[in-house]
Structure formats: structure tokens, C-alpha cells
């Protein structure tokens, strides 16, 4: 009896452990990079402005200011934007994968940009749907990064 209580108990606390795993590691399979606290901290505070960033823009397409849209994205999230964020001395932390993420974000607010003036001459339905799309690519490439890796 009591072994048989003792085999249900081990059974039991085995599936546990394996379910507990899985949950776990099903909530967070993200790669962790470490970084310097001063550079974590300078990370942040870019993604931040990213997000008020595209809060603006989407502001602006609100008010059908396209080309308003346009300057935040270049400035704030573009290729231009690369030096103002320090992106050359923060790539240096990030393994492969992160950097070429990041250049993917910034590629596709480039093309938002693009898209954006074009839509300015266009009119119709087809230019406004090309607009939601070049910016969901950028929030799509904003994804991906979030997926895959963490810094704490
Ligand atoms: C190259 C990778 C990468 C890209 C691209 C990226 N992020 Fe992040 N972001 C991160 C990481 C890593 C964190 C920290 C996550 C963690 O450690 O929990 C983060 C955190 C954040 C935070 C939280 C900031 C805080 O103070 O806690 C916000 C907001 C954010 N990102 C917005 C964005 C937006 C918006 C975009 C796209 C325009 C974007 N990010 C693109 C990697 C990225």
C-alpha cells in the first residue's frame, strides 16, 4: 500500500516537473544578451522613443498627414537614424541575428518613408492600404527582435 502510494507520488511530482518545464520555457525561450548596464539602459530608452515614434506616426496618418508621418519615421526610426541612436557601438554587444534584426527594423521605416511620399501624390484606397502595410512591416521587424531576445 504504501509503496503504491509512494510509486503515485513519484508519478505524480515527474509530471509536474515535465509540465512546470514545458509552461516555463513555453513563456520565455527568448535569447538573453548581456550587456553593460549604461548600454541596457541606453537600449531602453531607444525603444521607447521607438514606440512614441510610431505612436506620432500613427497620429499623423490620423490626420491624413502623410508626409508628417514620413519625417518621424526617417528621423526616428530610418537609416538616419542609425548615428543619433548609437547603433554602430550598440551592434557590438548584440550577436548576429539581433544586429541583423535591428537593420531590418530600420530598413523597413527607410521604405515607410518611400511609400509614404509616394502615397502623397496617390490618391485612392490602394495607396492608403500600401501606407498599413509598410508600417506594419516596421512593427512586424519590431516583433521579431522582441521574440527572440531579452536583456534582463
Ligand atoms: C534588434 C532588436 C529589437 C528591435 C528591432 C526592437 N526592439 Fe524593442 N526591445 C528589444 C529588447 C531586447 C528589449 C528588452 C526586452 C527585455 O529584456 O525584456 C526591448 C524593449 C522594448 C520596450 C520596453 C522598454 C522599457 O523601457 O522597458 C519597448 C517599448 C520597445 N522595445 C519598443 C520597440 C518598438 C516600438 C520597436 C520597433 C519600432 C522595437 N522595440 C524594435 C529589442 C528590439
Redesign the pocket.
Known sequence: MVRKLLFALAVGSAVLAVSMGTALSAEDEREL?EMPAMMQEHM?AN??D??RA?DKILGHLANADVAAAGKVAESR?GMSSLETHGASHMARFMPEG?AQ??TE?HRAASRFVIVAQDAELATGREAQYEVYRALQA??S??NA??QA????
Open positions: 544578451v531602453l525603444m521607447r521607438h514606440l510610431i526610426l539581433m534584426a535591428g527594423m516596421v512593427t521587424a519590431c527582435c522582441h531576445y531579452r536583456i534582463r
